[in-house]
């Protein structure tokens, strides 16, 4: 037991030297282990981020903190970083070599910062960054070498800066070999002078918004590699300086919001007319648009598209473009256009066949009205009137494109859809209608609509779905009703949707979901979205069969934030038949009782989300998830959880993350967290976690274990004092078991103290009880046979005296007199192949005596002394006085002192000694034989079954009365 308390106690030691799992101030993510989040940590420095984070980490976002200064070799911990962001931070001083040791840096995103200058080597050492972005700061000058190192840079940031000289940017730009995007908007370049050219690698360039008079910059060719260049919102008006440049190769061109005249411009330059962006030039009047047209009109090519965003175009009278080479996408946005009269006022339609696309986002449409027959845009196959005022659709607005696919009519104040509005639609597969005035819809308004897949009618005022409204949409698979009015529906409002698999419902003002509601989708519906409605229960017993009992197929089931109150109670079965969900959403339902069986159906439930759910229920009822076996992502935050039991964990094996923020927790139990064997993300935040003796287990676990704890070393005392709950005081735990430690080895360690006393002194009784108990035991094996001693007296000598031995002991007592003893030798009776000490035990077991010649040798031999203390443990320990001291020569007492144990036989006994003249001997033998003699006759047994050795029941002392006759 001992040692099983000791090994635990080490292994709960040895863990505090383990390295611990959990970050400071980051988050590792969990689908991708190199990305570490550490935004809003208030951080000053980048080091408290990077400090404990692991050396192979390749994404590191550090954005929203206060690190307003980078040191040298601030990242270089991490040299495997290959994307590292840190917006946001009012960074105002990078030293140089601040990013050295990032070899592998792909992308550095150090913009919304106080930037304003960067010296030579601050981007020293990345040799791979591709992507680097200082937009957003207050850059005003540019070192000509701070970009020198970036050797692999694809496209680089710095709009919204400072920017005033395009000496300086080109200068410090002219030597990245592989630069292609560059974003110069928002700064301060009133001109492209300089005497560097830009990288011939440079397609992309971007100088909005500065205060440029012209375009003349470093010689003719030094724009001519470019393919897209923004010069909108500058203060071009000098349109000379486009004939000095090369624009040929140019495909996009921006030119708004400048006073230039767009004639002139294409008058006076090599652009390509397709290439440009007509938009925000003033293009407004009729004449105008004719011109343009015209001047497009001199290449046969049809345009790809028509860019006219933003020209104050009011009208478009119907032949302004009949001029123009066939337009696929036109783009009238952010015009003030107020009608687009069926388009065929605008679109000269046997001109403009070609039309694919048709955008007038961002204008005054009040209404799209009713169109006659007439010409038709067969190729029509998108419009968009997103951003507008429309209030009304007319009956067949839609006429003049009957191949339409996509329409966007979202966004506006449509309340009135004509019942006909989308007729004649037959290919459209996707309708917007979101975010409108739109109350009702009537029974055939999509009667044409057997194609759509999608229906937006979110944010609309609709209240009632009537019966078959929907019932001609047998393809439709997404129908979104969210933000709408809806109180009541019946299982006839989706009726026909025979392939709907997304419903989103969410919003409303559902308040009951009958078991049959859905019951014309079940067998294809797979999400379904109830968020934010009025549905709630205020009885324990369900008054009716639960409600998604029959939607097998739904994977996404969203119940959360109904209002005012919440769901209130979850009843018995509440998810039966859904067992094919994945994800349930039931946070923000104040739950007074979720019945214990509710989730037994959902066994490939995988992410549940119960966050912000309780209302003072507390724990959740033992059993609740003992089907959730599949449950990789459980969401309890500020769930009332008080304590983790078996009862509702024990089950989830295969959970990975579990987010118990704002819990009532004291303690985490050990047995749990066993249990989760998958658990890889545990948030533990704002959980009242105490530092009592509860908690030492958690201490250790924290410290060492598979598991990121999120933020563990913040997790401070609930107690109060300013400790922590990874590094709190636990030895008041340990005393205990310090205690038990005690208890275990300091006997231990006695005993070894006294081992050698011990041995000293009890070595030949202990090894002879040892053998008396073998010898007791083998004894029991024969018993009944009561063997009677075989040996009369067992002869214990030393060799020196062997003679004496066998020239008067021998002859003597075996053969001289009457009767004859029957002696044991050891040379001679002791059983071959035997241990010599179980010969030694045995023998004076089976003598009724023990002669001892004692003499000085006999008392420096080993085997002797052992002989002597054998036989006399059977006179002090069995009180059988069976020991019988011969003295071959005098030795005084002093002498004797030495051998402790002799002593104390001499002074218990008598003793008989061997003298030298002959007639003293004869009285020496007639003592002997007496002393032998006694006991021959009156053997017993022994009362406690030790048949087989020899007692004697009288232990009076013999010898001493021989010797009182002797003398
Ligand atoms: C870094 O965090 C900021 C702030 O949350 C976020 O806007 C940005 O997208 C993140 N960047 C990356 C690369 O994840
Ligand atoms: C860079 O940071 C800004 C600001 O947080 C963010 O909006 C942008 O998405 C980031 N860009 C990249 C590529 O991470
Ligand atoms: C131009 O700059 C102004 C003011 O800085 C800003 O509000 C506007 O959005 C910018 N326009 C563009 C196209 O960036
Ligand atoms: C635009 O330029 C013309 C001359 O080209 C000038 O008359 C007019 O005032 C300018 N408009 C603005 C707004 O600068």
């Known amino acids: 037991m001992c040692l099983v308390v000791a090994l635990c106690l080490c292994v709960v030691l040895g863990a505090r030297g383990c390295r611990a799992y959990g970050f400071r101030n980051c988050i590792q993510d969990m689908l991708d282990p190199g990305y570490f989040k550490c935004m809003q940590r208030f951080l000053a420095e980048a080091s408290s981020a990077t400090a404990d984070l692991p050396a192979n980490a390749t994404a590191l976002n550090a954005s929203l903190n206060a690190i307003h200064r980078l040191p040298p070799g601030t990242f270089a911990r991490l040299p495997a970083l290959r994307e590292l962001s840190l917006t946001h931070n009012g960074l105002r001083d990078v030293a140089e070599g601040a990013f050295e040791g990032l070899p592998a840096l792909r992308s550095l995103n150090l913009s919304c910062n ?20 200082l937009h957003n700061n207050h850059l005003h000058t540019l070192h000509p070498d701070t970009f020198a190192p970036l050797q692999n840079l694809l496209e680089l940031e710095l709009q919204f800066n400072d920017l005033g000289s395009s000496e300086d940017v080109a200068e410090s730009l002219w030597m990245l070999p592989r630069l292609e995007c560059l974003n110069l908007c928002n700064n301060n370049l009133i001109s492209l002078r300089s005497k560097r050219s830009l990288p011939a690698s440079l397609t992309v360039l971007s100088i909005c918004n500065n205060s440029l008079y012209g375009v003349d910059g ?97 009208n478009v009278s119907r032949n302004a473009f009949s001029a123009c080479p066939p337009i696929l996408l036109l783009d009238l946005s952010r015009n003030r256009l107020k009608s687009v009269s069926c388009v065929r006022e605008m679109l000269n339609a046997s001109a403009q066949s070609q039309l694919k696309t048709l955008v007038v986002e961002h204008n005054l449409l009040n209404r799209l009205r009713s169109c006659s027959q007439g010409d038709i845009l067969k190729e029509l196959r998108f419009i968009s009137f997103r951003f507008n005022r429309i209030l009304s659709v007319g009956g067949w607005a839609f006429r003049y494109a009957p191949n339409l696919d996509r329409l966007h009519l979202n966004i506006n104040n449509v309340a009135y859809l004509d019942r006909r509005a989308l007729w004649g639609l037959r290919a459209l597969t996707e309708l ?95 999400v379904l979205d109830l968020k934010g409605n009025k549905i709630y229960y205020i009885s324990m017993k369900p008054d009716g069969p639960p409600p998604f009992v029959n939607l097998h197929k739904v994977y996404d089931l969203k119940l959360q934030a109904q209002q005012p109150y919440g769901l209130k109670i979850i009843q018995p079965r509440f998810f039966q038949g859904l067992t094919s969900l994945r994800d349930l959403y039931l946070s923000e339902n104040k739950l007074l009782y979720v019945a214990p ?70 303690t985490v139990n050990s047995s749990v967290m066993e249990r989760l064997a998958r658990l890889r993300y545990l948030d533990l935040r704002k959980c009242p976690l105490t530092c009592t003796c509860d908690n030492v287990w958690l201490q250790g676990w924290l410290n060492n274990s598979q598991v990121q704890v999120v933020y563990m070393y913040n997790y401070s005392c609930h107690s109060g004092e300013r400790s922590f709950v990874y590094s709190f005081d636990t030895h008041v735990c340990y005393e205990d078991v310090g205690l038990y430690l005690f208890a275990c080895t300091f006997p231990a360690l006695l005993f070894q103290m006294l ?171 007639a003592k002997l034989r007496m002393a032998l003699a006694a006991g021959t006759t009156d053997e017993v047994e022994g009362e406690e079954g030790m048949a087989t050795y020899c007692m004697e029941k009288d232990s009076k002392p013999i010898l001493e009365s021989v010797n009182n006759m002797a003398s």
């Open 114 to 133: 106080a930037l304003q200058g960067l010296s030579a080597g601050v981007f020293q050492g990345l040799h791979n960054l591709s992507l680097l972005l």
């Open 597 to 666: 069986n509710a989730f037994d159906d959902l066994r490939r439930l995988r992410y549940l989300m119960m966050a912000d759910s309780s209302n003072g229920m507390g724990d959740l009822p033992p059993g609740i998830f003992k089907n959730l076996h599949e449950l990789v992502w459980l969401d309890l935050e500020n769930a009332g959880i008080r304590t983790l039991t078996l009862d509702v964990f024990g089950n989830l094996t295969k959970l990975r993350n579990l987010v118990l923020v704002k819990n009532e927790l004291r």
């Open 755 to 925: 081992l050698p006393i011990l041995y000293h002194r009890t070595y030949w009784q202990l090894k002879y009880r040892f053998y008396v108990v073998r010898a007791w035991l083998s004894d029991r094996w024969r018993r009944g046979k009561a063997e009677t001693c075989r040996f009369d007296a067992f002869v214990s000598y030393n060799s020196c005296d062997e003679r004496w031995v066998l020239e008067q002991l021998v002859p003597n007592l075996e053969a001289g007199g009457n009767p004859a003893f029957r002696l044991c030798l050891h040379h001679r009776d002791f059983q071959p192949g035997k241990y010599i000490i179980d010969n030694i035990v045995e023998s004076i077991h089976n003598s009724r005596h023990t002669i001892c010649v004692i003499s000085r040798s006999y008392l420096r031999s080993e085997w002797c002394s052992m002989e002597i203390q054998l036989a006399s443990y059977r006179l002090f320990d069995e009180l059988k006085d069976v020991l019988v001291p011969v003295f071959l020569e005098e030795i005084p007492e002093r002498e004797l002192s030495a051998y402790y144990r002799m002593r104390k036989v001499m002074l218990k006994k008598t003793y008989v000694t061997w003298p030298p003249e002959t007639q003293a001997q004869k009285l020496f033998w």
């Open 218 to 314: 470093s010689g003719q060719h030094f724009l001519q590699n470019i393919k897209w260049l923004d010069l909108s919102y500058n203060k071009i008006s000098n349109v000379s300086s486009f004939a000095k440049v090369v624009l040929r190769n140019l495909t996009s061109l921006q030119l708004a919001g400048n006073n230039v005249s767009v004639f002139q411009v294409l008058n006076v330059s090599d652009i390509q007319t397709h290439s440009f962006d007509y938009s925000g030039l003033h293009l407004n009047r009729y004449s105008q648009l004719v011109d343009l047209c015209h001047l497009l009109g001199k290449s046969m090519r049809p345009m790809y598209s028509l860019r006219l965003q933003s020209n104050h175009i009011r």
């Open 432 to 526: 917007r209608l979101d975010n409108n005035l739109l109350t009702d819809i009537y029974k055939d308004t999509f009667r044409d609509l057997g194609n759509l897949q999608t229906l937006n009618m979110r944010n609309n005022h609709v209240s009632v779905l009537f019966p078959g409204v929907l019932a001609n949409l047998g393809k439709l698979r997404i129908l979104d009703l969210g933000g709408n009015n809806i109180r009541q529906l019946t299982n006839a409002s989706f009726e026909g949707l025979r392939n709907l698999s997304n419903l989103y419902l969410d919003s409303n003002h559902i308040e009951r979901i009958s078991h049959d509601l859905f019951s014309p989708v079940q067998d294809t519906l797979q």
